[in-house]
């Protein structure tokens, strides 16, 4: 069974995730074992930065883990290093989307059927425009949100279009993306984070009960236990950001404008328990001089 379900694939390391996952489908389906690994990958990266949330998150990781035995546990380790090391080769593309529906295992009777990554390029080419470098010229960054991302694709294209156009995102470009399956949002939010974009991914129904932010580009995100942040997120020139963008709105509000609430203030019911903003960490740099968590 192992052998068939691989040679669905034709990336190497998309077959040996796809192996693995049969060889530790048993017990549970191959569903919940993939279920797991998204989670526990991307609890991993999150308690890496976020210290906020990390111990709600590891409770869920270790509840996820005490399913295993050590030796499966290493495999599923495996499966998102696979994971890394073919993005790392060819960040063209959508590895977790494309793996998820070629084991079948998208909601069909919620509509779950993810954009090819070849259109979600060409999308993201038509949205860049040919201004983009000026505007981040001009504003310093940009935004780029999608709604109902799925495992992300969109939001990868177009940090590939920026990465071809010389175009630092880890700098330059905001990346917020919401969905109402768990799942999905969280093989997002890894394939953001792998790919260094900073940025963040809430769960949630988009229509219902929409992301929110304090301000108009989406750099102040409101706090929740729904909102995952990717590393680069913490990178200081964002935090230096999200500082100033802070002050700006409380000084428009000490002025009279009316309708943002500053960071730090919250609107009336909510959690003022909550964290008001990321804390800044320490980033190792690569050779290209880009920041990376590895």
Known sequence: MAKKTARQFQDEAMKEVAKTLDELSGRYSRWEVWQDFVSMGAIAISNAVD??????????????????QPKELEALSHMLASAVTSLDGNPNQDFLGEMYMGLNLGNDHAGQFFTPYCVCRCMAEM??????????????????????????????????????????????????????????????????????????????????????????????VAPGDNVWYTPMYFRDIWHYRRLWATVDMMISRMGGTKGALP??????????TQPTAPEIINLRANEEGQFTLF
């Open 127 to 220: 949205s860049a425009g040919d201004a983009l470098a000026a505007q981040i010229e001009r504003d310093g960054w940009v935004s780029v949100s999608d709604p109902c991302c799925g495992g992300g694709a969109l939001l990868l294209a177009f940090a590939n279009v920026c990465r071809d156009r010389g175009i630092n995102c880890q700098t330059s470009v905001l990346f917020a993306a919401q969905d109402i399956d768990y799942t999905v949002a969280m093989m997002c939010y890894i394939q953001l984070s792998l790919l260094g974009c900073a940025g963040y991914v809430t769960v949630g129904d988009s229509l219902a009960d929409p992301m929110v932010s304090f301000g108009p580009n989406g750099l102040l």
């Open 51 to 68: 210290t906020y949330h990390r111990e709600a998150r590891e409770k869920a990781y270790l509840d996820r883990a005490k399913k295993y």
């Open 263 to 272: 960071v730090g203030e919250a609107a009336p019911g909510a959690d003022k």
